[in-house]
T-cell receptor
Framework: KNQVEQSPQSLIILEGKNCTLQ??????????LRWYKQDTGRGPVSLTIMTFSENTKSNGRYTATLDADTKQSSLHITASQLSDSASYIC?????????????FGTGTQLKVEL | GEEVAQTPKHLVRGEGQKAKLYCAPIKGHSYVFWYQQVLKNEFKFLISFQNENVFDETGMPKERFSAKCLPNSPCSLEIQATKLEDSAVYFC??????????????FGQGTRLTVV
């Protein structure tokens, strides 16, 4: 069964600190992996998209890594800000003949405090 | 438009009533997807469209759920005879290329359906 697991489930950090969120997946065959940020009451917004051949991708203070061999990804947030408080969702795409499918992780709820 | 517009933002229905949700994709996007978020972050794929044609409906509970994307109209998701377990946030997303390709999928802000 295709699954995407994220850890930790929730995280509280102080403003200015760094943090790393983890994503493990068993999705196969793999097409790409995305990290989304979902603010409360809003739709998910894409942060990064990585294909099999990409090991790292940055978007401002967000840096995602991908190890396709171990099927693990991480999202590193540098110098956190209060506005980073949100849910971060790892989404893996399965390449199937009938049309690709997105498998969503359960997310990491991040809270940044003063 | 430049964003995916979903209406209404909130919808309350009594059990057994009909619910209809709307989604206007970003202009120029050929693909529309519907997702159901029952628990926080538990996204379930329902259906996707390529223009007005159903592309993938493997996630749809067909006995009560239906969806359409007609030309020059917002896409719609309709639930007949709603049940308590249909309470969820329903997200619509659109993209230029099909789901899963390395192109961006943009999500709307969702419609929160509460069945009482």
């Amino acid at each position: 069964k295709n699954q995407v697991e994220q850890s930790p489930q929730s995280l509280i950090i102080l403003e200015g600190k760094n943090c790393t969120l983890q994503c493990n997946y068993t999705v196969s065959p793999f097409s790409n992996l995305r990290w989304y940020k979902q603010d409360t009451g809003r739709g998910p917004v894409s942060l990064t998209i990585m294909t099999f051949s990409e090991n790292t991708k940055s978007n401002g203070r967000y840096t995602a890594t991908l190890d396709a061999d171990t099927k693990q990804s991480s999202l590193h947030i540098t110098a956190s800000q209060l506005s980073d408080s949100a849910s971060y969702i790892c989404v893996v795409t399965t390449a199937t003949g009938g049309g690709n499918k997105l498998t969503f992780g359960t997310g990491t709820q991040l809270k940044v405090e003063l | 438009g430049e964003e995916v517009a979903q209406t209404p933002k909130h919808l309350v229905r009594g059990e057994g009533q009909k619910a209809k949700l709307y989604c206007a994709p970003i202009k120029g996007h050929s693909y529309v997807f519907w997702y159901q978020q029952v628990l926080k972050n538990e996204f379930k794929f329902l259906i996707s469209f390529q223009n007005e044609n159903v592309f993938d409906e493997t996630g749809m509970p067909k006995e009560r759920f239906s969806a359409k994307c007609l030309p020059n109209s917002p896409c719609s998701l309709e639930i007949q005879a709603t049940k308590l377990e249909d309470s969820a946030v329903y997200f619509c997303a659109s993209s230029q290329l099909r789901q899963g390709s390395n192109t961006e999928a943009f999500f709307g802000q969702g419609t929160r359906l509460t069945v009482v």
